[in-house]
């Protein structure tokens, strides 16, 4: 668990900084920042992406988990609860709402998320999650800066998110293997896609009602005939 509070103060941390920034930098600047940040993040999510080595599954788990998450209606549930963090905290301190959702899916939907919280709790290596640490402060002072304190409040996710997998994996040391972290991080990368379309105004994509697709991931590939 260790990587994971140091992640989860990082991003604190990190959105601290972005929240001084703010009063210094204007929307001119912000929006611009913002959307580097964004090709960025579609990069990443790219690389992530072309890593599969069944694209069937990844296919099949993106097809699954929407129809999971649209049942379960994860995005609509996401939204009201940023809808009443903006009202409980006012738009004095910026979008909450959408710096939470935002915030929570780019620092919880990624390789490093799920690989560095496996190998901490397979290994007790954490160096995976430090790295992750020092990408996710620089990105949460970005997001902070353009979105307010809604951003620090993802470091809740972090922390129960990651913390969660940590445990799980120690918990199944002998059930993981390589292929099915492969194909989640895959499907984790597609949703990271998605993030990026949203920061870009491009496209709106329920990339919340997408998360059941990584764990729908993990158990086709460990019933996938090799």
Known sequence: M??????????LGGSLIGLLLKQKLSTQYQQTVMHG????????????AFKTQNILIVILSVVIGGLIGEF????NWLTRFGDWLNLQVGSKFGRVGEGFITGSLVF???AMA???????????????????????AV??????????????LSSISVLVYQGAITLL??????????????????????????ISLL????????????????PVAAVLASLWPT
């Open 2 to 11: 260790k990587g994971t509070l140091v992640n989860a103060a990082a991003v």
């Open 37 to 48: 940040l964004a090709l960025a993040v579609g990069l990443i999510g790219l690389q992530m």
């Open 72 to 75: 379960i209606a994860i995005d």
């Open 108 to 110: 919880c939907v990624g």
């Open 114 to 136: 799920i690989v560095g919280s496996i190998q901490d709790g397979l290994t007790g290596d954490a160096s995976t999650l430090y790295a992750k640490s020092m990408l996710d």
């Open 139 to 152: 990105a949460s002072a970005v997001f902070a800066a353009g979105m307010g304190i809604g951003v620090a």
């Open 169 to 194: 994996a120690s918990s199944l040391s002998g059930i993981i293997a390589d292929g099915m972290i492969i194909e989640m991080t895959a499907v984790g990368g597609l949703l990271i896609m998605g």
């Open 199 to 214: 920061m870009l105004e491009i496209k709106t994509i329920k990339v919340a009602n997408l998360l059941p697709a990584i």
